[in-house]
C-alpha cells in the first residue's frame, strides 16, 4: 500500500493533486487544516471495507443530496451562536468528522454516513464566552466545508458521467462552452435556453445568440456622460494606461480645456511623475491626492471641468488604506462612476477577489484589458454577467488611444469563441465544473 501526503490551499485543489498523483483509485484516509490550506493523507490499494459499495447505484445521488441538505442545514444551526449552547452543537455534529467513517476514494461518490442517536449527557458547566467554544466552532466549520467540498468533486463526477451516457449532444454543448471558459452556473442557464432546439449547430448559434444578450453594455458612453470617474482596481490590471487612453480619446474629440486628471495613487513609485507626464502631454491638469487628504476639497476647483478622471492605488484587501480610498469614493459629495479594471489574462479566483474587494465603493461597470494577451474570455464574461457589470470599455494594446474601443456584445463573443481552448476539456475540468453548478443555489444539472 502507498500512502502519501497533498497539502493544498483548499479541498478541491488537494483532490486534483490526489487524483493526478495516485489516480482516480486513491483513497483519502485523512485530512486536517493547516497554515495557508489543508492537508490530505491518501492511499493507493487500501483495503477497503465490504460493506463500502464499489460501483454507484441508481439511489446514490438522492442520497447525497440528502446528506448535502443535512450539511447545510447543520451550518445554518451553527451561525446561531446565541440560540445554540456548545453541547448541542457537539451532539448534532458528533459523527461528522472525515476520518471517523470509511475512507474515501478520488474516484467514487460519497456515501451518507449513518449516525447513531448519542446519548443525553450530563449538563456541564457553561462556557465562559457565551456558551461555546470558538476553537470548536471552528473544527467542526472546518469539518463541515471539507466534506462539502468533497461532496462537491463526487457529485460533480456523478452528474458529468450521467450526463454523458443520458444526453451527449447536451454533454458535447457543455463541454464546447468550457473550452470557453464559462462558468458552470452561466453554462447551465444557457443550456436551459435551447432546450427545445435538437440540431447542434442551431443550438451552438442560439447559445452563442444568448450569450451576447446577457453581456450588458452602457446605453451612453462614459465620457460622453461625463462627471467624475474613477479606475479602480488591483494592481497590474491596468487602471493607468486605460485612464491615459480615455484622457487622449477625449482630447483628440473635444480639447484638453473641460478635462482634468486626479491621482490618489501614492503608494507605487513613479505612479504621480508618470501622470504627471501625461498631463503635460495632453496640456491637461493634474491632482495628486494624499492618504488621509480629502477628496472632496481636492476636486473642488475641477467641478467646472466636463470630465474629472481619477487614477486609484491598487492595493491589497487587507490594506486598511484600500478601505479608506474607496469610501472616500463612495462619498455622497463626490458622485464618482466606479468602473473596475480587469485584466482578461488574470485567474477566475483573482478576478472575483477583485470584485469582492472593490464592490463595497459601488461599480458602475467594468473596462476588459489586455484583450490581445488573453488566452480565455470566459471567465471575465462570466463574471460581469453574474454580478451585472456593464462592459464600458475594451482595450487590447499599449497604443494610446488607438487601442480603446467601445465594446460591441457580439464581436466581444465572437472574440471569446477565437481565442478558445483548441484541445477538448479533462474529465476532471468538466466534473469541477458541474460541481461549481452543485456549489450555486440552484442546483440543476441538464
Not at 443520458?166 to 452556473?185: E, K, M, V
Not at 445568440?209 to 451612453?220: D, Q
Request: charged residues 20%; aromatic residues 4%; contains cysteine.
Amino acid at each position: 500500500m502507498q500512502v502519501k501526503r497533498f497539502f493544498a490551499a483548499d479541498m478541491r485543489q488537494a483532490m486534483k493533486l490526489v487524483r493526478d498523483e495516485l489516480g482516480a483509485d486513491a483513497a483519502i484516509i485523512g485530512n486536517r487544516r493547516i497554515a495557508g490550506g489543508v492537508e490530505l493523507t491518501a492511499a493507493l490499494d487500501y483495503k477497503l471495507s465490504a460493506l463500502a459499495p464499489r460501483v454507484p447505484n441508481m439511489e446514490l445521488e438522492d442520497e447525497l443530496r440528502k446528506t448535502q441538505s443535512r450539511i447545510v442545514t447543520a451550518q445554518a444551526e451553527l451561525s446561531m451562536r446565541g440560540e445554540a449552547d456548545g453541547n448541542t452543537n457537539r451532539q448534532l455534529f458528533a459523527g461528522l468528522p472525515l476520518t471517523a467513517g470509511l475512507p474515501l476514494t478520488a474516484a467514487e461518490p460519497l456515501t451518507e454516513p449513518t449516525y447513531a442517536a448519542p446519548a443525553r449527557p450530563a449538563p456541564a458547566p457553561a462556557q465562559s464566552s457565551g456558551g461555546v467554544d470558538p476553537r470548536a466552532l471552528d473544527s467542526m466549520r472546518f469539518e463541515l466545508n471539507s466534506l462539502r467540498e468533497l461532496m462537491e468533486v463526487q457529485l460533480g463526477t456523478l452528474a458529468w458521467n450521467q450526463l454523458q451516457g443520458s444526453r451527449p449532444a447536451q454533454a458535447n454543448l457543455y463541454r464546447r462552452l468550457q473550452r470557453i471558459g464559462l462558468s458552470g452556473p452561466l453554462s447551465r442557464d444557457l443550456l436551459s435556453m435551447i432546450t427545445d432546439i435538437e440540431e447542434p449547430r442551431q443550438a451552438w448559434r442560439m447559445l452563442l445568440a444568448h450569450l451576447a444578450r446577457m453581456i450588458a453594455v452602457p446605453e451612453v458612453e462614459p465620457l460622453e456622460e461625463g462627471g467624475v470617474i474613477a479606475m479602480v482596481g488591483p494592481a497590474g490590471m491596468g487602471k493607468t494606461t486605460t485612464l491615459a487612453k480615455l484622457a487622449a480619446r477625449y482630447v483628440l474629440k473635444y480639447g484638453a480645456q473641460n478635462v482634468a486628471l486626479v491621482s490618489m495613487d501614492s503608494f507605487r513609485i513613479g505612479a504621480q511623475e508618470q501622470l504627471k507626464t501625461l498631463g503635460r502631454i495632453l496640456n491637461v491638469p493634474v491632482t495628486h491626492v494624499d492618504p488621509g487628504q480629502s477628496l472632496v476639497q481636492a476636486l473642488d476647483p475641477l467641478l467646472r471641468k466636463r470630465v474629472v478622471l481619477i487614477d486609484t492605488a491598487g492595493l491589497q484587501a487587507s490594506d486598511p488604506a484600500l478601505r479608506m480610498q474607496l469610501e472616500s469614493l463612495a462619498g455622497r459629495g463626490i458622485r464618482s462612476k466606479n468602473y473596475l479594471v480587469l485584466a482578461t489574462t488574470s485567474q477566475k479566483q483573482v478576478l472575483t477577489a477583485a470584485y469582492h474587494s472593490y464592490k463595497r465603493c459601488g461599480l458602475a461597470g467594468c473596462i476588459l484589458t489586455k484583450l490581445d494577451e488573453t488566452a480565455s474570455l470566459g471567465e471575465v464574461l462570466s463574471l460581469a454577467i453574474s454580478h451585472e457589470l456593464p462592459v464600458a470599455y475594451l482595450t487590447d494594446g499599449p497604443r494610446i488611444p488607438d487601442d480603446l474601443h467601445l465594446p460591441r456584445r457580439h464581436q466581444l463573443v465572437s472574440r471569446a469563441v477565437s481565442v478558445q481552448m483548441q484541445e477538448e476539456p479533462s474529465e476532471e475540468a468538466m466534473a469541477d465544473m458541474f460541481a461549481d453548478i452543485y456549489h450555486s443555489p440552484t442546483k440543476q444539472v441538464g
